[in-house]
C-alpha cells in the first residue's frame, strides 16, 4: 500500500514537471548586456545599441555593468570610425598559433594584465627571463598583433604592454583629460564653464516656473544630476572624445571646491549638484577676523583684550 501511494506521488510529480519549465530571463543587468553583444557578432555594440535594448538601464548603470564585463575579459572595447564599439571575447583568447614556449608565457602574463597592461620589468621577473631574450619576444609579439606597447601617462619612459585589441585603461591613458601624453586644461575649462551654464540654466528655470507655488518644490528641481549634464555636454558636440559620467563628476566637483556649486544626495541616493552665487559681494573688512570672533563684545580700548593685542589680528595682518 505505502509503495503504491509514493508511486503515484511521483507520477504527479513527473506530470506538473514539464507545465513548471520555462524560458528564463537574464536574471542580471550583466547577464542581459553580454548576450546583447555576444548576438552582436563581429559587429559589435555601441552605446546608443546598449540604450535601444536597455532602457530600463540608467547611464550609471549601464557604465558599471560595462566595466565589469570588460575586466572580467568577457567583452573587449574596439574604436569603429570613431565610435567605440563592445565585442564578445569569449571564455578564452586565442593565442599565436605559431608562438614557441616562452612566447606564450609572457603572453599569457600580458593578457592576465588585462586594460591597465603590465611593465617590462614585471613580466621578467613573473616570466624569470633575461632581458635581452624577453625584449626579441615582445618585439615578435608586437610583429605578429598579438600585444601593443603603450605608454603611460603617469610616468613618460614607462610602457606597458596588453593585449592588441584592447582599449587601454583611463589610469594608463588620462582618460578625457590627456591627448598625447600632454593634460588638456584649455577643455577642463571649456567643460567646466558649459557645465556651469548648465546648471545656471537649470536654477533659472526652475525659479521662474510659475506653475510650481511651493518654494521647496522650486528649490529640489533646481539640482540636476551628473547624466544630465553629460547629456547635455554631449548635445552641444564641444567633445571630440567620448566622456563618462566620472568624468562629468569631477568637472562638478570642480565648480563645488570653487564655491561655483553645491552638491547633495537625493531621496533615491544619487548625487545631484546646483549652482550657487553670493547674494552680496563682500568687500575686505568683511573678511577680517573680527567678524567671527567669539568674544567680540568683549573687545574693546578700556579692556585688555583689544585689537592692538589680538593675535588673531596679528596674524590676518602677516599673510
Not at 558599471?64 to 573587449?76: E, G, H, P, R, Y
Not at 558649459?194 to 507655488?213: C, G, Q, V
Request: a positive charge; proline letters at 3%.
Amino acid at each position: 500500500m505505502s509503495t503504491a501511494v509514493k508511486r503515484g506521488h511521483s507520477d504527479n510529480l513527473t506530470d506538473v514537471a514539464p507545465a513548471a519549465k520555462k524560458t528564463r530571463e537574464p536574471e542580471t543587468a550583466e547577464q542581459r548586456v553580454l548576450e546583447i553583444i555576444k548576438n552582436s557578432g563581429n559587429k559589435g555594440v555601441s552605446d546608443e545599441d546598449l540604450i535601444r535594448a536597455c532602457p530600463v538601464l540608467t547611464i550609471e548603470e549601464r557604465v558599471d555593468v560595462v566595466n565589469k564585463l570588460i575586466t572580467s575579459n568577457a567583452i573587449t572595447l574596439h574604436k569603429v570610425k570613431d565610435t567605440l564599439r563592445y565585442k564578445y571575447k569569449g571564455p578564452t583568447t586565442s593565442t599565436p598559433g605559431d608562438a614557441n614556449t616562452e612566447e606564450l608565457v609572457v603572453f599569457n602574463l600580458i593578457r592576465d594584465s588585462g586594460r591597465k597592461g603590465i611593465w617590462i620589468r614585471d613580466v621578467r621577473i613573473k616570466s624569470n627571463l633575461g632581458l635581452p631574450r624577453l625584449k626579441k619576444i615582445l618585439k615578435s609579439l608586437e610583429t605578429k598583433k598579438a600585444i601593443k606597447a603603450v605608454k603611460s601617462v603617469a610616468a613618460s619612459r614607462k610602457i606597458v604592454y596588453m593585449l592588441f585589441d584592447l582599449e587601454p585603461d583611463s589610469s594608463i591613458t588620462g582618460g578625457a583629460w590627456y591627448s598625447n601624453q600632454e593634460f588638456e586644461s584649455e577643455f577642463i575649462e571649456i567643460l567646466t564653464k558649459h557645465s556651469y551654464k548648465f546648471l545656471e540654466a537649470k536654477k533659472s528655470k526652475a525659479l521662474k516656473n510659475t506653475t510650481i507655488r511651493s518654494p521647496l518644490v522650486k528649490y529640489n528641481t533646481s539640482y540636476a544630476t551628473a547624466d544630465r549634464v553629460l547629456e547635455f555636454i554631449s548635445k552641444t558636440g564641444i567633445s571630440k572624445v567620448r566622456l563618462t559620467v566620472e568624468d562629468i563628476i569631477s568637472i562638478l566637483d570642480l565648480l563645488v571646491y570653487d564655491g561655483l556649486a553645491a552638491k547633495r544626495v537625493n531621496s533615491e541616493g544619487k548625487i545631484e549638484y546646483r549652482s550657487t552665487k553670493t547674494l552680496l559681494n563682500r568687500i575686505a573688512v568683511s573678511f577680517l577676523p573680527c567678524g567671527s570672533c567669539p568674544v567680540i563684545k568683549r573687545c574693546s580700548d578700556a579692556n585688555q583684550l583689544n585689537c592692538l593685542n589680538c593675535k588673531h589680528m596679528k596674524i590676518w595682518t602677516t599673510i
